[in-house]
Each structure stands twice: as C-alpha cells, then as structure tokens.
C-alpha cells in the first residue's frame, strides 16, 4: 500500500519559517504530481502548491511568493518550503497526488503559526 509520511511542522511565530517534507515511494514521486494540501480549523481542505509531473509549480494566492514546493528525487521527498508564516497559515498539511488525491490520506502534519 503506498503511503505518504507528512513532517516538519510546528508551532512558529508570524514571519517565521518551516519546511515541510512529504516522503513516499520513489515511482510515487516520480509518476505523478504532488500537492501540498491545507486544511485550516473549520474548513474545506485546500491546495496550496503543486509540482506536476514534469515539474510546472502552481500556487494559490494566499501563499505565492512566500512558499516554495521543491522534489528530490533522491530522497523520495517533497519539500514545502514556508516563509514570512502568517496567522491565517495555520492547519494540518498533507501531500498527496495532484490534480487527483489517489493515495490514502495520512496524518498530515500540523502547523501553528502565533500571532
């Protein structure tokens, strides 16, 4: 069963900083996009970056210029740079496939950012 394991998170100061990584097999990695999905108290999961297939990087507004998602191929992992963590920032992180979540959810990984 292919799994996706979610670490980094935290809790941070507003400006502050966090890499999240998503590790899983390597054909996962490489044979399909990957989102970072958010999903903030009380609301709809939402994706907030993806790296597709052949490595295109898309952003929702709320994020763009200040987060970065990166792939090491290497390492099986994709990376979820955060920087200049705003309050509203605040959720469960997960990765999964992108544009269609095919993998079981995991656990994702928390992130609190103070005000």
């Known amino acids: 069963q292919v799994q996706l394991v979610e670490s980094g998170g935290g809790l941070v100061q507003a400006g502050g900083s966090l890499r999240l990584s998503c590790v899983a097999s390597?054909?996962?990695?490489?044979?399909?996009?990957i989102g970072w999905y958010r999903q903030a108290p009380g609301k709809q999961r939402e994706l907030v970056a993806r790296i597709g297939m052949a490595g295109s990087l898309r952003y929702a507004d709320s994020v763009k210029g200040r987060f970065t998602i990166s792939r090491d191929y290497a390492k099986n992992t994709v990376f979820l740079q955060m920087n200049r963590l705003k309050p509203e920032d605040t959720g469960v992180y997960y990765c999964?496939?992108?544009?269609?979540?095919?993998?079981?959810w995991g656990q994702g990984t928390q992130v609190t950012v103070s005000s």
């Open positions: 999964n496939t992108w544009p269609t979540a095919t993998i079981l």
């Open positions: 390597r054909s996962t990695i490489s044979k399909n996009g």
